[in-house]
């Protein structure tokens, strides 16, 4: 359990080394990816002043996170990563070849990279949402989702087209973006160090400035 303290100066004084660093491809774990998200949507939102008063950040099962806030209310937050086992096995082949002068990055798939990512990152979402709907998570009075695409041939350059593609698909999809309770799930995208904040909704920028310190 981590109190998560808006007015600190940095991130580690809530979360000292906890999603600090997500490690190479080969060794890290679901927990890592998890912790790694969360911390840069925390420092988001905290350098932002989009946090609020200070809270209790709990990991868990289902959902990843309950953040306890100074009024009571539960925020229930899922992390996850938009990628594929072929973006991971490509990871891993540069990290093995990291210092090899012979190791050239593989070409793109014949699909358009973007059009990949935005299934991803639309399944991603679709998911978790569906995720939000089990009767355990009715303790929490609203549900959030991370999403931090990770597809290796993706480029952060284009994140703008890829948002808006996501945004008129998903809405053409007529798909229910509530939980549980009927409320609407917060949908967040993670794009290198900028957090789409609020997908359906504010739809607002914000800079991880913080995140590593």
């Not at 906890?18 to 988001?44: K, Q």
């Not at 072929?86 to 990290?95: N, V």
């Amino acid at each position: 359990m981590f109190t998560i303290d808006p007015s600190s100066e940095n991130i580690s004084a809530s979360l000292g080394h906890f999603g600090l660093s997500v490690g190479p491809h080969t060794t890290r774990t679901n927990t890592d990816r998890e912790a790694y998200i969360i911390r840069r949507f925390l420092a988001a939102r905290i350098c932002n002043g989009h946090l609020g008063e200070a809270g209790r950040l709990t990991k868990q099962e289902a959902p990843d996170f309950l953040l306890q806030h100074s009024d009571g209310a539960i925020t229930g937050i899922e992390a996850t990563e938009a990628s594929d086992h072929a973006s991971h096995a490509l990871y891993i082949r540069e990290e093995n070849a990291r210092h090899d002068v012979f190791f050239a990055c593989p070409q793109p798939p014949n699909e358009d990279p973007t059009v990949r990512l935005l299934n991803l990152i639309a399944s991603a979402i679709v998911k978790k949402v569906r995720k939000t709907r089990k009767e355990h998570w009715t303790k929490c009075s609203r549900n959030e989702v991370v999403v931090y695409p990770n597809y290796y041939h993706s480029v952060f350059a284009e994140d703008d087209r890829v948002l808006s593609m996501l945004q008129v698909w998903l809405k053409g999809s007529r798909f229910d973006m509530t939980d549980s309770l009927g409320n609407r799930v917060l949908i967040h995208i993670l794009f290198g160090q900028r957090l789409v904040f609020d997908l359906f909704g504010s739809n607002e920028s914000l800079h991880l400035t913080r995140a590593f310190q």
